[in-house]
């Protein structure tokens, strides 16, 4: 067994020990919505008790197996390690789908070499993200491929552009809201139809699994992404941003060519990684 593969195996197990602390969250409030501890980029940003908790818990048992690597987080930021490899977390990946009791939010598990804060410098090689709500869970190490459950992935043939089932997601700030706005009127009228997710994570996925044949979105960073793009890239999908950029903030799309390309192209003419306000807490 690859050491990347035994890392996958990390990776599920605590996000599924993660997801059952949201659970047990879930029945101890008895119905009521989960407590905002603080907001980030807006007021709609938010930051519940549980997304730290899960944080918390899963920086725990990384420093209990793996003591030496590095470990980003998206509530408490890049902790150095000596490894070379990193561990990228996103405690609750959809927290307003949370927040709101909608079951589309993941717990994102992925280790990565290189830089994971500089775009295009790192690389995920083990990855799990585990959908609490409804068990599903995802898991893909480099090299080894990527699996639902115990079912292994692999890209059904893409439609053409007109056909495609396209998922994307909108920022918290206005300013990024009335660009992404601008740039979906351009989209929508190519495209077989849009879904809005509310989880970059389960976006890649579903492109993984075939529930949506393609994805875009602009403000997406490294912790929302790290794991599932292994789980999609290992299933024979790929990523990119605009204009040969890597995957960024500015922008990520996925999918497979040809529609891979139909879709940059698009949204190169929509110059849809140049509207203000670049970067998304």
Avoid at 41 to 48: L, N
Avoid at 164 to 183: E, I, M, S
Avoid at 230 to 252: D, F, I
Wanted: glycine share 12%.
């Amino acid at each position: 067994m690859s050491d990347f593969k035994g890392a996958m195996f990390l990776a599920e197990q605590i996000a599924r020990e993660a997801g059952e602390l949201i659970l047990r969250g879930e029945r101890d409030r008895f119905g009521e919505r989960p407590e905002v501890e603080s907001t980030k980029s807006s007021p709609t940003d938010v930051v519940t008790a549980m997304d730290r908790a899960v944080e918390d818990l899963l920086r725990r048992r990384l420093a209990e197996a793996r003591p030496g690597d590095g470990v980003l987080g998206e509530e408490a930021g890049l902790e150095a390690g000596t490894t070379g490899l990193t561990w990228v977390l996103d405690p609750i990946d959809g927290t307003v789908n949370y927040l709101y009791r909608i079951p589309s939010y993941a717990v994102s598990v992925g280790l990565v070499t290189g830089d994971p804060t500089v775009p295009g410098d790192w690389q995920p090689v083990a990855a799990c993200v585990h959908q609490p709500a409804t068990g599903d869970t995802w898991t893909a190490a480099s090299g080894e491929g990527s699996w639902l459950g115990d079912r292994a992935l692999r890209l059904s043939p893409v439609p053409e552009l007109s056909q495609a089932l396209v998922g994307t997601g909108f920022g918290y700030r206005q300013q990024r809201r009335t660009g992404q706005a601008r740039v979906l009127t351009g989209v929508l009228p190519k495209v077989r139809d849009i879904r809005r997710i509310g989880s970059a994570a389960l976006d890649l996925c579903g492109v993984a699994t075939g529930t949506l044949d393609a994805y875009y979105e602009r403000g997406v960073n490294a912790w929302d992404i790290a794991a599932a793009s292994l789980v999609l890239t290992e299933a024979g999908g790929a990523l990119c941003g605009l204009r040969g950029a890597p995957p960024s903030p500015e922008m990520v799309v996925a999918s497979a060519d040809p529609l891979l390309s139909s879709l940059v192209e698009l949204l190169t003419e929509l110059d849809a990684d140049t509207d203000p306000a670049l970067t998304e807490g």
